[in-house]
Protein backbone atom coordinates (compact mmCIF):
# COMPACT_ATOMS: atom_id res chain seq x y z
CA UNK A 1 0.00 0.00 0.00
CA UNK A 2 1.41 3.39 -0.90
CA UNK A 3 2.75 5.46 2.25
CA UNK A 4 0.21 8.39 2.26
CA UNK A 5 1.44 11.96 1.61
CA UNK A 6 1.92 14.55 4.43
CA UNK A 7 0.58 18.26 4.01
CA UNK A 8 2.46 20.60 4.76
CA UNK A 9 0.60 22.26 7.13
CA UNK A 10 0.40 19.11 9.12
CA UNK A 11 4.26 19.02 8.74
CA UNK A 12 4.63 22.36 10.11
CA UNK A 13 2.79 21.48 13.08
CA UNK A 14 4.31 18.04 13.59
CA UNK A 15 7.83 19.88 13.43
CA UNK A 16 6.56 22.15 16.27
CA UNK A 17 6.64 25.54 13.67
CA UNK A 18 3.10 26.38 14.88
CA UNK A 19 0.33 24.28 17.21
CA UNK A 20 -3.07 23.19 15.95
CA UNK A 21 -4.58 26.26 17.88
CA UNK A 22 -3.00 28.54 15.82
CA UNK A 23 -3.39 26.61 12.71
CA UNK A 24 -7.34 26.22 12.94
CA UNK A 25 -7.03 30.58 13.76
CA UNK A 26 -5.52 30.66 10.62
CA UNK A 27 -7.66 28.13 8.61
CA UNK A 28 -11.40 30.13 9.77
CA UNK A 29 -9.77 33.06 8.57
CA UNK A 30 -11.74 32.46 4.85
CA UNK A 31 -10.90 35.32 3.49
CA UNK A 32 -7.74 34.48 2.38
CA UNK A 33 -5.24 31.09 1.59
CA UNK A 34 -4.02 29.30 4.44
CA UNK A 35 -0.61 30.21 3.46
CA UNK A 36 -1.40 33.91 3.73
CA UNK A 37 -3.34 33.76 6.82
CA UNK A 38 -0.05 31.77 8.62
CA UNK A 39 2.07 34.41 7.27
CA UNK A 40 -0.45 37.49 8.28
CA UNK A 41 -0.35 35.72 11.79
CA UNK A 42 3.60 36.38 12.11
CA UNK A 43 2.95 32.89 13.12
CA UNK A 44 5.50 31.73 10.30
CA UNK A 45 7.60 33.23 7.13
CA UNK A 46 7.79 31.93 3.85
CA UNK A 47 10.61 30.01 4.23
CA UNK A 48 8.91 27.77 7.12
CA UNK A 49 6.05 27.25 4.56
CA UNK A 50 8.01 26.40 1.63
CA UNK A 51 10.55 24.64 3.87
CA UNK A 52 7.15 21.92 4.43
CA UNK A 53 6.32 22.02 0.65
CA UNK A 54 9.79 20.92 -0.50
CA UNK A 55 9.27 18.36 2.47
CA UNK A 56 5.69 17.19 1.57
CA UNK A 57 6.82 17.28 -2.23
CA UNK A 58 10.24 15.37 -1.31
CA UNK A 59 12.23 18.61 -3.12
CA UNK A 60 15.27 20.48 -2.40
CA UNK A 61 14.26 23.51 -0.29
CA UNK A 62 17.37 26.52 -1.24
CA UNK A 63 18.22 29.25 0.95
CA UNK A 64 18.17 32.20 -1.21
CA UNK A 65 19.65 34.90 0.82
CA UNK A 66 22.45 32.35 2.24
CA UNK A 67 23.85 31.14 -1.20
CA UNK A 68 25.56 32.95 -4.31
CA UNK A 69 24.57 31.61 -7.98
CA UNK A 70 27.41 32.00 -10.12
CA UNK A 71 26.76 34.82 -13.18
CA UNK A 72 27.37 31.20 -16.01
CA UNK A 73 24.27 29.83 -14.22
CA UNK A 74 22.33 33.21 -14.55
CA UNK A 75 23.04 34.02 -17.74
CA UNK A 76 21.18 30.14 -19.11
CA UNK A 77 17.96 31.85 -17.91
CA UNK A 78 16.89 35.47 -19.95
CA UNK A 79 15.79 38.09 -17.58
CA UNK A 80 12.45 38.38 -19.21
CA UNK A 81 11.71 34.71 -18.61
CA UNK A 82 13.06 34.72 -15.55
CA UNK A 83 10.72 37.85 -14.07
CA UNK A 84 7.76 36.27 -15.98
CA UNK A 85 7.44 33.40 -14.84
CA UNK A 86 9.21 34.12 -10.83
CA UNK A 87 11.50 31.63 -11.51
CA UNK A 88 15.77 32.19 -11.10
CA UNK A 89 18.52 28.81 -11.96
CA UNK A 90 20.36 27.31 -9.39
CA UNK A 91 22.84 24.97 -11.44
CA UNK A 92 23.41 23.24 -14.46
CA UNK A 93 24.82 19.25 -14.85
CA UNK A 94 24.67 16.94 -17.72
CA UNK A 95 22.13 19.06 -19.91
CA UNK A 96 19.76 19.87 -17.04
CA UNK A 97 19.28 23.61 -15.50
CA UNK A 98 18.28 23.30 -11.74
CA UNK A 99 15.66 26.02 -11.39
CA UNK A 100 13.78 27.32 -8.17
CA UNK A 101 10.22 28.15 -8.11
CA UNK A 102 7.50 28.90 -5.32
CA UNK A 103 4.82 26.91 -6.78
CA UNK A 104 6.17 22.74 -7.01
CA UNK A 105 2.53 22.16 -8.85
CA UNK A 106 3.57 24.46 -11.56
CA UNK A 107 3.72 22.09 -14.52
CA UNK A 108 2.74 24.67 -16.99
CA UNK A 109 6.29 26.80 -16.39
CA UNK A 110 8.07 23.58 -16.20
CA UNK A 111 6.92 22.88 -19.78
CA UNK A 112 7.09 26.17 -21.22
CA UNK A 113 10.88 26.30 -19.51
CA UNK A 114 11.49 22.78 -21.17
CA UNK A 115 10.83 24.14 -24.50
CA UNK A 116 12.31 27.57 -24.48
CA UNK A 117 15.86 26.52 -22.79
CA UNK A 118 15.92 23.32 -24.73
CA UNK A 119 16.86 21.73 -21.41
CA UNK A 120 15.56 19.01 -18.69
CA UNK A 121 14.55 20.96 -15.88
CA UNK A 122 14.85 19.85 -12.06
CA UNK A 123 12.85 21.96 -9.47
CA UNK A 124 13.67 23.39 -6.17
CA UNK A 125 11.75 25.87 -4.13
CA UNK A 126 12.38 28.63 -2.46
CA UNK A 127 9.36 31.35 -1.50
CA UNK A 128 8.22 33.63 -3.74
CA UNK A 129 9.28 36.83 -2.34
CA UNK A 130 12.83 35.36 -1.78
CA UNK A 131 13.03 34.50 -5.56
CA UNK A 132 12.26 38.04 -6.58
CA UNK A 133 14.69 39.58 -4.40
CA UNK A 134 17.21 36.84 -6.39
CA UNK A 135 15.76 38.26 -9.71
CA UNK A 136 16.18 42.30 -8.88
CA UNK A 137 19.76 41.28 -7.33
CA UNK A 138 20.92 38.61 -10.17
CA UNK A 139 19.26 41.16 -13.14
CA UNK A 140 18.52 44.33 -11.74
CA UNK A 141 20.78 45.50 -8.93
CA UNK A 142 21.58 48.58 -8.44
CA UNK A 143 24.56 49.01 -10.70
CA UNK A 144 23.41 46.47 -13.71
CA UNK A 145 20.18 48.20 -13.54
CA UNK A 146 21.07 52.09 -14.36
CA UNK A 147 23.30 49.68 -17.16
CA UNK A 148 20.03 48.19 -18.66
CA UNK A 149 18.50 51.29 -18.25
CA UNK A 150 20.94 53.04 -20.26
CA UNK A 151 21.74 50.50 -22.96
CA UNK A 152 17.71 50.86 -23.38
CA UNK A 153 17.80 54.50 -23.89
CA UNK A 154 20.51 54.65 -26.32
CA UNK A 155 18.59 52.43 -28.56
CA UNK A 156 16.38 56.11 -29.09
CA UNK A 157 17.13 58.18 -32.22
CA UNK A 158 16.16 61.46 -33.18
CA UNK A 159 14.61 60.09 -36.37
CA UNK A 160 12.75 57.50 -34.51
CA UNK A 161 11.21 60.09 -32.23
CA UNK A 162 10.71 63.62 -31.88
CA UNK A 163 12.33 64.29 -28.31
CA UNK A 164 11.90 68.21 -28.95
CA UNK A 165 8.12 67.85 -27.14
CA UNK A 166 8.28 69.61 -24.19
CA UNK A 167 4.91 68.30 -23.28
CA UNK A 168 4.29 72.18 -22.70
CA UNK A 169 1.02 73.73 -24.42
CA UNK A 170 0.18 72.24 -28.13
CA UNK A 171 3.72 72.64 -30.29
CA UNK A 172 5.54 69.43 -30.82
CA UNK A 173 4.57 66.06 -30.38
CA UNK A 174 4.05 64.33 -33.94
CA UNK A 175 6.67 61.81 -33.03
CA UNK A 176 4.70 61.27 -30.03
CA UNK A 177 1.81 60.59 -31.51
CA UNK A 178 2.55 57.94 -33.56
CA UNK A 179 4.39 55.41 -31.42
CA UNK A 180 5.31 52.66 -33.75
CA UNK A 181 8.70 49.99 -33.59
CA UNK A 182 11.07 52.81 -33.47
CA UNK A 183 9.28 53.84 -30.06
CA UNK A 184 9.88 50.07 -28.75
CA UNK A 185 12.52 51.06 -26.03
CA UNK A 186 10.12 53.79 -24.92
CA UNK A 187 7.88 50.31 -24.34
CA UNK A 188 10.38 48.60 -22.28
CA UNK A 189 11.42 51.89 -20.28
CA UNK A 190 8.11 52.03 -19.45
CA UNK A 191 7.34 48.49 -18.47
CA UNK A 192 10.72 48.34 -16.67
CA UNK A 193 9.80 51.76 -14.04
CA UNK A 194 6.25 49.83 -13.49
CA UNK A 195 7.70 46.53 -12.92
CA UNK A 196 10.45 47.73 -10.57
CA UNK A 197 7.84 49.70 -8.55
CA UNK A 198 5.34 46.25 -7.78
CA UNK A 199 8.62 44.42 -7.00
CA UNK A 200 9.73 47.23 -4.64
CA UNK A 201 6.11 46.83 -3.04
CA UNK A 202 5.24 50.69 -3.92
CA UNK A 203 2.22 52.00 -3.71
CA UNK A 204 2.97 55.15 -6.18
CA UNK A 205 5.32 56.07 -8.78
CA UNK A 206 6.43 59.66 -9.77
CA UNK A 207 6.96 60.61 -13.19
CA UNK A 208 8.14 64.30 -12.83
CA UNK A 209 9.79 66.96 -15.56
CA UNK A 210 12.73 69.35 -14.51
CA UNK A 211 14.15 71.70 -16.67
CA UNK A 212 17.62 69.20 -16.92
CA UNK A 213 15.76 65.81 -16.57
CA UNK A 214 12.91 63.46 -15.62
CA UNK A 215 13.21 62.47 -11.89
CA UNK A 216 11.79 58.81 -11.23
CA UNK A 217 10.12 58.85 -7.57
CA UNK A 218 8.63 55.31 -5.87
CA UNK A 219 6.50 55.55 -2.53
CA UNK A 220 7.13 52.59 -0.53
CA UNK A 221 5.48 52.47 2.75
CA UNK A 222 4.69 55.94 2.85
CA UNK A 223 8.14 57.30 2.17
CA UNK A 224 9.07 58.99 -1.57
CA UNK A 225 12.55 57.41 -2.64
CA UNK A 226 14.25 58.67 -6.05
CA UNK A 227 15.08 55.79 -8.51
CA UNK A 228 16.37 56.40 -12.01
CA UNK A 229 16.37 59.79 -13.94
CA UNK A 230 15.44 59.85 -17.63
CA UNK A 231 16.87 62.41 -19.66
CA UNK A 232 14.54 65.34 -20.32
CA UNK A 233 14.00 64.59 -24.24
CA UNK A 234 11.96 61.38 -23.14
CA UNK A 235 9.39 63.25 -21.46
CA UNK A 236 7.17 63.54 -24.27
CA UNK A 237 7.78 59.71 -25.30
CA UNK A 238 7.24 58.19 -21.97
CA UNK A 239 3.98 60.48 -21.32
CA UNK A 240 2.40 59.46 -24.44
CA UNK A 241 2.92 55.79 -24.24
CA UNK A 242 1.27 56.25 -20.62
CA UNK A 243 -1.70 58.20 -22.11
CA UNK A 244 -1.84 55.26 -24.93
CA UNK A 245 -1.99 52.78 -21.85
CA UNK A 246 -4.73 54.50 -20.26
CA UNK A 247 -6.79 55.20 -22.92
CA UNK A 248 -6.15 59.33 -22.32
CA UNK A 249 -6.24 61.50 -25.28
CA UNK A 250 -2.30 61.89 -26.50
CA UNK A 251 -3.27 65.56 -27.60
CA UNK A 252 -4.36 67.19 -24.70
CA UNK A 253 -1.16 68.25 -22.82
CA UNK A 254 -3.32 71.80 -21.53
CA UNK A 255 -5.58 70.34 -18.91
CA UNK A 256 -5.04 67.59 -16.24
CA UNK A 257 -6.13 64.15 -17.31
CA UNK A 258 -7.06 60.69 -15.08
CA UNK A 259 -7.19 57.14 -16.73
CA UNK A 260 -6.68 53.63 -15.44
CA UNK A 261 -4.17 50.94 -16.97
CA UNK A 262 -4.24 47.46 -16.39
CA UNK A 263 -1.35 45.61 -16.58
CA UNK A 264 0.11 41.64 -15.73
CA UNK A 265 3.70 42.06 -14.12
CA UNK A 266 5.28 39.88 -11.75
CA UNK A 267 2.54 36.98 -12.09
CA UNK A 268 -0.54 39.16 -10.87
CA UNK A 269 -3.21 41.54 -12.33
CA UNK A 270 -2.61 45.55 -11.41
CA UNK A 271 -4.30 48.55 -12.07
CA UNK A 272 -2.91 51.86 -12.40
CA UNK A 273 -4.95 55.27 -11.42
CA UNK A 274 -3.06 57.18 -13.50
CA UNK A 275 -3.04 61.17 -13.00
CA UNK A 276 -1.90 63.38 -15.27
CA UNK A 277 -1.19 67.32 -14.25
CA UNK A 278 0.38 70.09 -16.51
CA UNK A 279 3.43 71.99 -14.86
CA UNK A 280 5.65 74.43 -15.57
CA UNK A 281 8.52 72.04 -16.89
CA UNK A 282 6.04 69.44 -18.60
CA UNK A 283 3.20 67.14 -17.79
CA UNK A 284 3.65 65.23 -14.62
CA UNK A 285 2.70 61.95 -14.09
CA UNK A 286 1.37 60.24 -11.05
CA UNK A 287 0.79 56.51 -11.08
CA UNK A 288 -1.66 54.52 -8.23
CA UNK A 289 -0.47 51.05 -8.03
CA UNK A 290 -3.61 49.21 -6.66
CA UNK A 291 -3.00 45.47 -6.24
CA UNK A 292 -5.93 43.65 -5.92
CA UNK A 293 -4.78 41.45 -3.34
CA UNK A 294 -4.14 44.08 -0.78
CA UNK A 295 -7.97 44.26 -0.21
CA UNK A 296 -8.04 40.61 1.12
CA UNK A 297 -7.55 41.84 4.39
CA UNK A 298 -9.56 40.94 7.32
CA UNK A 299 -9.58 43.87 10.58
CA UNK A 300 -7.07 41.76 12.64
CA UNK A 301 -4.52 42.29 9.67
CA UNK A 302 -5.08 46.13 10.33
CA UNK A 303 -3.04 46.52 13.41
CA UNK A 304 -6.06 47.20 15.92
CA UNK A 305 -5.18 47.03 19.68
CA UNK A 306 -7.76 44.34 21.46
CA UNK A 307 -9.87 46.95 23.00
CA UNK A 308 -10.43 48.70 19.81
CA UNK A 309 -10.99 45.71 18.02
CA UNK A 310 -13.66 44.64 20.04
CA UNK A 311 -15.62 48.03 19.54
CA UNK A 312 -15.12 48.01 16.08
CA UNK A 313 -16.42 44.80 15.62
CA UNK A 314 -19.20 45.42 17.74
CA UNK A 315 -19.84 49.05 15.68
CA UNK A 316 -19.93 47.53 12.40
CA UNK A 317 -22.84 44.86 13.52
CA UNK A 318 -25.03 47.30 14.57
CA UNK A 319 -28.20 47.73 12.19
CA UNK A 320 -27.93 51.72 11.59
CA UNK A 321 -26.06 54.80 12.30
CA UNK A 322 -23.00 56.64 10.68
CA UNK A 323 -19.53 55.11 11.24
CA UNK A 324 -16.47 57.61 10.25
CA UNK A 325 -13.48 57.38 9.35
CA UNK A 326 -11.19 60.40 9.55
CA UNK A 327 -7.35 61.07 7.85
CA UNK A 328 -5.52 62.41 5.37
CA UNK A 329 -5.00 61.11 1.92
CA UNK A 330 -3.04 58.00 2.80
CA UNK A 331 -3.56 56.72 5.49
CA UNK A 332 -5.40 53.82 4.94
CA UNK A 333 -9.28 55.02 4.99
CA UNK A 334 -10.37 53.04 2.50
CA UNK A 335 -8.45 49.68 3.52
CA UNK A 336 -10.42 49.98 6.43
CA UNK A 337 -13.52 50.42 5.05
CA UNK A 338 -12.71 47.57 2.52
CA UNK A 339 -11.85 44.97 5.24
CA UNK A 340 -15.10 46.14 6.96
CA UNK A 341 -17.33 45.21 4.52
CA UNK A 342 -15.22 41.99 3.48
CA UNK A 343 -16.59 41.07 6.92
CA UNK A 344 -20.39 41.54 6.95
CA UNK A 345 -20.37 41.13 2.70
CA UNK A 346 -22.80 38.05 2.85
CA UNK A 347 -25.54 36.70 1.00
CA UNK A 348 -28.17 38.32 2.71
CA UNK A 349 -26.57 41.55 3.14
CA UNK A 350 -27.15 44.15 -0.14
CA UNK A 351 -24.18 46.43 -0.12
CA UNK A 352 -24.46 49.19 -2.31
CA UNK A 353 -21.10 52.16 -2.19
CA UNK A 354 -20.98 55.36 -3.86
CA UNK A 355 -17.13 56.20 -4.48
CA UNK A 356 -14.70 59.11 -6.06
CA UNK A 357 -13.49 56.63 -8.25
CA UNK A 358 -13.96 53.03 -7.76
CA UNK A 359 -10.25 51.83 -6.78
CA UNK A 360 -11.12 48.40 -6.00
CA UNK A 361 -13.74 45.84 -7.35
CA UNK A 362 -15.22 43.81 -4.38
CA UNK A 363 -17.28 40.72 -5.53
CA UNK A 364 -20.52 40.85 -4.43
CA UNK A 365 -20.83 44.39 -3.92
CA UNK A 366 -22.72 46.96 -5.67
CA UNK A 367 -20.21 49.51 -6.80
CA UNK A 368 -21.03 53.41 -8.19
CA UNK A 369 -18.45 55.71 -9.46
CA UNK A 370 -19.07 59.42 -9.14
CA UNK A 371 -19.07 61.64 -12.26
CA UNK A 372 -20.10 65.14 -11.42
CA UNK A 373 -19.89 66.18 -15.36
CA UNK A 374 -23.04 64.12 -15.85
CA UNK A 375 -24.80 64.95 -12.16
CA UNK A 376 -23.82 61.65 -10.89
CA UNK A 377 -23.03 63.21 -7.39
CA UNK A 378 -22.34 61.38 -4.03
CA UNK A 379 -26.01 63.04 -2.79
CA UNK A 380 -27.21 61.59 -6.14
CA UNK A 381 -26.28 58.56 -5.77
CA UNK A 382 -27.20 58.06 -1.79
CA UNK A 383 -30.37 59.07 -2.50
CA UNK A 384 -30.91 56.48 -5.92
CA UNK A 385 -29.26 53.82 -3.16
CA UNK A 386 -32.45 53.60 -0.99
CA UNK A 387 -34.39 52.97 -3.66
CA UNK A 388 -32.37 50.06 -4.24
CA UNK A 389 -33.52 48.52 -0.94
CA UNK A 390 -29.83 48.04 0.79
CA UNK A 391 -28.77 47.26 4.30
CA UNK A 392 -25.12 48.57 4.38
CA UNK A 393 -24.05 51.94 2.26
CA UNK A 394 -20.55 53.16 1.80
CA UNK A 395 -20.20 56.87 0.71
CA UNK A 396 -16.24 57.46 -0.50
CA UNK A 397 -16.08 61.02 1.03
CA UNK A 398 -18.45 63.72 2.82
CA UNK A 399 -17.57 67.08 1.44
CA UNK A 400 -20.75 69.15 1.60
CA UNK A 401 -24.15 69.93 3.42
CA UNK A 402 -25.76 68.12 1.05
CA UNK A 403 -24.04 64.61 0.88
CA UNK A 404 -23.55 64.73 4.76
CA UNK A 405 -27.83 65.76 5.61
CA UNK A 406 -28.16 62.59 2.57
CA UNK A 407 -26.27 59.99 4.29
CA UNK A 408 -27.53 61.54 7.99
CA UNK A 409 -30.91 60.74 6.75
CA UNK A 410 -29.93 57.81 4.98
CA UNK A 411 -28.64 56.41 8.68
CA UNK A 412 -31.88 58.07 10.49
CA UNK A 413 -34.32 55.63 8.38
CA UNK A 414 -32.21 52.07 9.16
CA UNK A 415 -29.19 51.95 6.90
CA UNK A 416 -25.87 51.43 8.43
CA UNK A 417 -23.46 54.29 6.84
CA UNK A 418 -19.81 53.89 6.51
CA UNK A 419 -18.19 56.97 5.24
CA UNK A 420 -14.75 58.97 5.52
CA UNK A 421 -13.95 62.86 6.39
CA UNK A 422 -10.51 64.80 5.98
CA UNK A 423 -10.26 66.41 9.77
CA UNK A 424 -7.17 65.46 11.78
CA UNK A 425 -8.51 63.62 14.66
CA UNK A 426 -11.68 61.46 15.76
CA UNK A 427 -12.92 64.61 18.31
CA UNK A 428 -12.81 67.54 15.11
CA UNK A 429 -15.05 65.76 12.99
CA UNK A 430 -17.84 66.41 15.30
CA UNK A 431 -17.36 70.26 14.58
CA UNK A 432 -16.48 70.01 11.03
CA UNK A 433 -20.05 67.97 10.27
CA UNK A 434 -21.27 71.15 12.08
CA UNK A 435 -19.11 73.59 10.23
CA UNK A 436 -20.34 72.16 6.24
CA UNK A 437 -23.74 73.04 7.96
CA UNK A 438 -25.32 69.72 9.54
CA UNK A 439 -27.54 70.32 12.35
CA UNK A 440 -25.79 69.21 15.56
CA UNK A 441 -28.81 67.54 16.47
CA UNK A 442 -28.78 65.34 13.83
CA UNK A 443 -24.87 65.01 14.04
CA UNK A 444 -25.46 63.74 17.65
CA UNK A 445 -28.61 61.31 17.11
CA UNK A 446 -27.33 59.72 13.41
CA UNK A 447 -22.93 59.53 13.97
CA UNK A 448 -22.30 56.54 16.33
CA UNK A 449 -18.50 56.77 16.14
CA UNK A 450 -15.48 58.62 14.56
CA UNK A 451 -12.34 56.78 14.07
CA UNK A 452 -8.87 58.87 13.01
CA UNK A 453 -6.22 56.71 11.54
CA UNK A 454 -2.56 57.05 10.42
CA UNK A 455 0.19 54.33 9.03
CA UNK A 456 3.01 53.79 10.80
CA UNK A 457 6.22 51.85 9.44
CA UNK A 458 6.44 48.28 10.85
CA UNK A 459 10.19 47.18 11.88
CA UNK A 460 11.88 45.06 9.96
CA UNK A 461 11.08 41.35 10.76
CA UNK A 462 14.18 39.97 9.36
CA UNK A 463 16.84 42.57 10.73
CA UNK A 464 14.90 44.25 14.00
CA UNK A 465 17.71 44.01 17.51
CA UNK A 466 16.45 45.12 20.85
CA UNK A 467 17.84 48.97 21.35
CA UNK A 468 17.44 51.59 23.76
CA UNK A 469 16.17 54.81 22.84
CA UNK A 470 17.86 57.41 24.45
CA UNK A 471 17.43 59.47 27.58
CA UNK A 472 15.87 62.57 26.63
CA UNK A 473 14.02 61.22 23.61
CA UNK A 474 12.05 59.56 26.45
CA UNK A 475 12.19 62.42 28.65
CA UNK A 476 10.63 64.71 25.77
CA UNK A 477 7.76 62.09 25.52
CA UNK A 478 7.13 62.25 28.46
CA UNK A 479 7.44 58.18 29.17
CA UNK A 480 8.05 57.33 32.57
CA UNK A 481 11.85 55.08 33.75
CA UNK A 482 10.22 52.37 34.89
CA UNK A 483 7.40 51.83 31.93
CA UNK A 484 10.72 52.22 29.20
CA UNK A 485 12.24 49.36 31.13
CA UNK A 486 9.89 47.22 30.54
CA UNK A 487 9.26 48.22 26.98
CA UNK A 488 10.39 45.62 24.09
CA UNK A 489 12.49 48.49 21.95
CA UNK A 490 12.91 47.24 18.67
CA UNK A 491 14.68 48.64 15.42
CA UNK A 492 16.07 47.54 12.05
CA UNK A 493 19.93 47.69 11.35
CA UNK A 494 19.29 47.03 7.53
CA UNK A 495 19.22 44.36 4.76
CA UNK A 496 18.61 43.14 1.38
CA UNK A 497 14.75 42.47 2.69
CA UNK A 498 14.04 45.85 3.55
CA UNK A 499 16.35 47.75 1.43
CA UNK A 500 18.31 49.04 4.02
CA UNK A 501 15.59 50.83 5.72
CA UNK A 502 14.81 49.22 8.74
CA UNK A 503 11.39 48.38 7.81
CA UNK A 504 9.02 47.01 6.08
CA UNK A 505 5.21 46.84 5.83
CA UNK A 506 2.90 49.54 7.53
CA UNK A 507 0.22 49.00 10.02
CA UNK A 508 -2.48 51.42 11.22
CA UNK A 509 -2.50 53.69 14.42
CA UNK A 510 -6.01 54.08 15.53
CA UNK A 511 -8.07 57.17 17.68
CA UNK A 512 -11.58 55.54 18.07
CA UNK A 513 -14.18 57.89 19.66
CA UNK A 514 -17.46 56.09 20.22
CA UNK A 515 -19.96 58.54 21.23
CA UNK A 516 -21.29 58.08 24.48
CA UNK A 517 -24.50 59.43 26.04
CA UNK A 518 -22.51 62.36 27.58
CA UNK A 519 -20.25 63.15 23.87
CA UNK A 520 -23.86 62.71 21.97
CA UNK A 521 -25.11 65.70 24.60
CA UNK A 522 -21.84 67.87 24.33
CA UNK A 523 -22.40 67.77 20.29
CA UNK A 524 -25.99 68.82 20.68
CA UNK A 525 -25.04 71.67 23.16
CA UNK A 526 -22.12 72.52 20.31
CA UNK A 527 -19.33 72.30 22.79
CA UNK A 528 -15.83 72.72 21.54
CA UNK A 529 -13.63 70.30 20.14
CA UNK A 530 -11.15 70.14 22.97
CA UNK A 531 -13.61 69.66 25.57
CA UNK A 532 -15.29 66.94 23.42
CA UNK A 533 -11.80 65.20 23.38
CA UNK A 534 -11.19 65.70 27.08
CA UNK A 535 -14.50 63.24 28.13
CA UNK A 536 -14.03 60.71 25.17
CA UNK A 537 -10.13 60.45 26.60
CA UNK A 538 -11.52 60.06 30.41
CA UNK A 539 -14.10 57.67 28.61
CA UNK A 540 -11.22 55.14 27.86
CA UNK A 541 -10.45 56.95 24.07
CA UNK A 542 -6.99 56.45 23.03
CA UNK A 543 -5.19 59.06 20.61
CA UNK A 544 -3.14 58.43 17.95
CA UNK A 545 -0.02 58.86 19.51
CA UNK A 546 -0.62 56.78 22.64
CA UNK A 547 -2.11 53.95 20.39
CA UNK A 548 1.77 54.51 18.44
CA UNK A 549 3.22 54.48 21.51
CA UNK A 550 1.86 51.41 22.67
CA UNK A 551 2.91 49.95 19.48
CA UNK A 552 6.91 51.18 19.90
CA UNK A 553 6.69 49.83 23.73
CA UNK A 554 5.58 46.51 21.90
CA UNK A 555 8.54 46.55 19.56
CA UNK A 556 6.33 46.86 16.02
CA UNK A 557 7.33 50.03 15.34
CA UNK A 558 9.60 52.52 16.67
CA UNK A 559 9.43 55.81 18.53
CA UNK A 560 10.72 58.31 16.07
CA UNK A 561 8.00 56.63 13.39
CA UNK A 562 5.49 57.04 15.66
CA UNK A 563 6.69 60.55 16.18
CA UNK A 564 7.36 61.25 12.61
CA UNK A 565 3.79 60.34 12.08
CA UNK A 566 2.34 62.03 14.64
CA UNK A 567 2.15 65.44 16.49
CA UNK A 568 3.38 64.87 20.40
CA UNK A 569 0.54 66.36 23.15
CA UNK A 570 0.67 67.19 26.66
CA UNK A 571 -0.83 63.39 28.03
CA UNK A 572 -2.79 63.30 30.73
CA UNK A 573 -1.79 59.95 31.20
CA UNK A 574 1.26 57.46 30.08
CA UNK A 575 0.30 54.71 27.61
CA UNK A 576 1.18 51.05 29.14
Given at each position: ?9 DI ?21 S ?9 Y???D ?17 R???I ?14 E ?5 L ?12 NP????T ?5 F????E??V???S ?7 I ?29 D?G ?6 SG????E ?11 L??QEA ?14 DR ?5 RI?G??IE????P ?6 I???L??M????I ?8 G????H ?6 D ?6 P????Q??V ?33 N ?7 P ?5 T ?6 L?EL ?5 K?I?A ?14 EV ?16 R??P??L???E???E ?5 A ?22 V ?16 V????A ?13 R?E??A???KS ?18 C?H??K ?9 Y????MT?T ?11 Q?I ?5 K ?6 F ?12 T????L??T???S ?6
Amino acid sequence: MAKQRRDWSDILVKRGVIGPDQLKEAQSMGHMSLEDALVKLNYVDGDDIMKAKAEEFSMDFVALREIEIPTSVIELVPESLARENIVIPLSQENGMIKVIMANPNDFETVDKLRFVLNREIDVALASKEAILEAINKYYGGTSQETESVDSMLQEFTDTAIDFSDDGVGGRGGSGANTMEEGDAPVIRLVHLIIQEAVMTRASDIHIEPFSDRVRIRYRIDGVCIERDSAPRRLLGSIVSRLKIMGSIDIAEKRRPQDGRIKIHVAGKDIDLRVSILPTSHGQSVVMRILDRENIKVGLRDLGFGEDDWKKFQNLIKRPNGILLVTGPTGSGKTTTLYAALNELNRPDVKIITAEDPVEYYLPGVNQCEVRAKIGMTFARIIRAMLRQNPNILLVGEIRDEETANTAIQASLTGHLVFSTLHTNDAPSAVTRLVDIGVQPFLVASSVMAIMAQRLVRKVCPKCKVRYEPAAHLLKSIGLRPEVAKKANFMKGKGCSHCNKSGYRGRMGIYELMVMTSTIRDMTFKGEPTQAIRKVARKQGMHTLFEDGMIKALKGQTTLEEVLRITHQESLAETPT
